[in-house]
């Protein structure tokens, strides 16, 4: 399905199988879950993964009916009753109509914190962190599982009216990584195959020496290398042809880049492919 392929270090390709879970091989040996491959990259778990790839939506139950937080989680969710500024009574959102982007400034300059959007917006919700107990601390719904009719009446019975959740399938990534974050292994588990790959790679099979294996691979500059064209073919890939657009830490390693020390030697070979 894709390829990241560098001026110079691993090839790291991604897949899909017949069930939607995403895979990765690193230079083309065995697979294993893509979450596994983002959790060594430094997502602790399958909450921070989400909050990466999925819009974030703070939801509020009230009284049967639903209100989103006035963020960049409420865009394009159906309006279920007129906003109004609170002062001058001009209209901000009109019933039935969906939430813009340049619309939530003037709902922070009027201080306005939710709005009510229509229960059929909440179909296809799925939990972005795990639910708990206020007062005993369980589970009552874990990370990525759906917000069902159920669980919702768990979390208003333990006094949970509030709650963060993702619309996977609105979102250009659907649903591949909650599909996929079941398959990660244990901590303990992983553990084990991180020291197998360490003992394969010659090395004592210890954590520290799997985790060193894998800095080397990816976190070490001389083995690692987009160059400055691969760098500008990656982001370009991801984040569009202009760089106003590019989130701030995209440009802050960019920026580092155009201004390194050029090489002896360039060249191109590092891109990013896609295919379906």
């Given amino acids: 399905m894709a390829k990241v392929i560098p001026y110079r270090g691993s090839w790291v390709e991604f ?88 619309q939530l400034e003037d709902l922070r300059k009027a201080k306005i914190e939710w709005i009510p959007i229509e229960t059929s917006e909440m179909d296809g919700a799925h939990t972005i962190r795990d639910l708990a107990d206020p007062a005993t601390g369980e589970v009552l719904v ?42 990660t292994p244990s901590r303990r588990k992983t553990m084990r195959c991180s020291r197998s790959t360490a003992a394969a790679a010659g090395d004592p099979p210890t954590l520290d020496s799997s985790r060193n294996l894998f800095n080397g691979l990816f976190f070490d500059p001389t083995r690692y290398d987009f160059s400055k064209v691969g760098r500008l073919k990656f982001n370009t890939k991801l984040y569009g042809m202009f760089e106003k657009d590019w989130p701030a830490e995209v440009h802050d390693r960019w920026r580092r880049a155009r201004t390194a020390r050029p090489r002896a030697r360039t060249s191109s070979r590092s891109f990013v492919t896609c295919s379906s």
Avoid at 56 to 74: E, M, S
Avoid at 96 to 101: D, E, P
């Fill in 142 to 183: 874990e990370v990525g599982k759906p917000l069902t009719d159920e669980g919702l009446e768990r979390l208003l019975g333990a006094g949970v009216d509030t709650f963060d959740v993702c619309f996977p399938e609105k979102e250009d990534v659907g649903g591949v990584l909650l599909e996929t974050s079941p398959k």
């Fill in 15 to 102: 897949e899909y199988d017949q069930k939607n879970i995403l895979y990765v091989r690193i230079d083309r040996k065995r697979k294993f879950p893509a979450t596994v491959f983002l959790r060594a990259l430094g997502f602790e778990d399958d909450a921070t993964i989400l909050r990466a790839f999925y819009t974030a939506a703070t939801v509020k139950a009230d009284g049967g009916k639903f209100l989103v937080k006035a963020d960049a989680g409420a865009v394009n969710k159906k309006v279920r009753q007129p906003v109004a500024h609170p002062r001058s009574g001009d209209e901000i959102l009109k019933k039935g109509r969906r939430v813009k982007a340049e």
